[in-house]
């Protein structure tokens, strides 16, 4: 095979390994829009595109108002149209659905202005980082955490029907079935939301110092605590400070202490195996300078 056939396959082969990969991407929505090409790029401001319409919401621009520095012919489409319109839009008659990612479900019974707002916060103060999108699916909707920097009682009223028509304080969660206090637990290690009802500092705490969790079985003491302690710690310290291990250690050698090979000569003892996964764990109660009173004189021997 000749050189110029050569170059022909690969420079065909490297376009089936082009659309494979763009194949792979993200599918967008109806349309193409880089924030950062006009806030930062062309130092556009949010007000040169959006305006607040009668109900005090704000508006996307429409074909008029891009027009207003794009040349478009809405009589002969071409392939210009897609440089904002993606082939999905195109095929559909360019029409605009889902150009953006939909709303939390919590977004359901908010009561929110921008009009009321204006001149009170900037754009970036909600909408972090918009003006380095490059993509309208990028876009993440401002939260409860955002909402609170300001709704904090103080520069702004904290009260749930200020911008909610269903959520109430006094009122449980669709998510507090029946069952609820049984798996909260678990729940609340992803969920941070719980605080926005729940403030106050100790309500974890008031529960749980007088109710042990339901893993707390008769035989948790001398079969699972040390393993659980080790992969999370933190959900141990809301009711356990840290003196609470040594003070119960110091007196009580753990289970694992009395396996008959705990201290043997050997690389493949107990305490030598324990130490190696989790050190840590020896730290509750020893310090580095114990293993060297026993490791200073001692060759461990091979099997």
């Known amino acids: 095979m000749d050189k ?22 993200k599918e967008e929505g109806s349309l193409k829009f880089n924030h950062q090409l006009h806030v930062v790029d062309n130092e556009m401001e949010c007000s040169d595109c959006h305006a607040a319409g009668k109900d005090g919401k704000m508006e996307n621009p429409d074909m008029d108002k891009c027009s207003e520095c794009h040349e478009i ?37 908010l009561i929110f202005t921008h009009e009321a707002h204006e001149g009170i916060a900037e754009c970036s103060d909600c909408h972090k980082g918009i003006d380095k999108q490059e993509s309208l699916q990028d876009i993440e909707w401002p939260d409860m955490f955002t909402c609170k920097k300001c709704h904090n009682g103080d520069d702004a009223p904290i009260d749930c029907e200020v911008c909610h028509t269903k959520v109430r304080k006094e009122i449980a969660p669709p998510s507090h079935h029946g069952d609820w206090a049984e798996h909260h637990g678990f729940e609340s290690r992803f969920d941070k939301s719980c605080q926005f009802c729940h403030e106050e500092k100790d309500f974890c705490q008031d529960c749980h110092q007088t109710k042990k969790p339901r893993d707390h079985i008769f035989n948790w003491k001398t079969t699972q605590h040390g393993q659980d302690a080790t992969h999370d710690r933190r959900l141990c310290a809301v009711c356990h400070p840290a003196s609470y291990c040594s003070d119960c250690h110091r007196s009580q050698k753990p289970v694992s202490h009395a396996r008959a090979d705990w201290m043997a000569y050997t690389r493949e003892n107990g305490h030598a195996e324990a130490a190696h996964h989790n050190f840590r764990s020896c730290n509750v109660c020893h310090t580095r300078s114990d293993c060297d009173k026993c490791h200073q004189n001692v060759i461990l021997r091979h099997k």
Do not use: F, T
């Open 73 to 109: 012919d809405m009589e002969h489409p071409s392939e210009d149209c897609l440089q904002c319109h993606s082939l999905k839009s195109s095929l559909n008659d360019y029409a605009v659905e889902e150009a953006v990612p939909e709303k939390p479900k919590g977004y359901s019974d």
């Open 4 to 25: 110029k056939n050569s170059l022909i396959l690969l420079v065909a082969l490297m376009a089936i390994i082009g659309l494979a990969i763009s194949g792979c991407k």
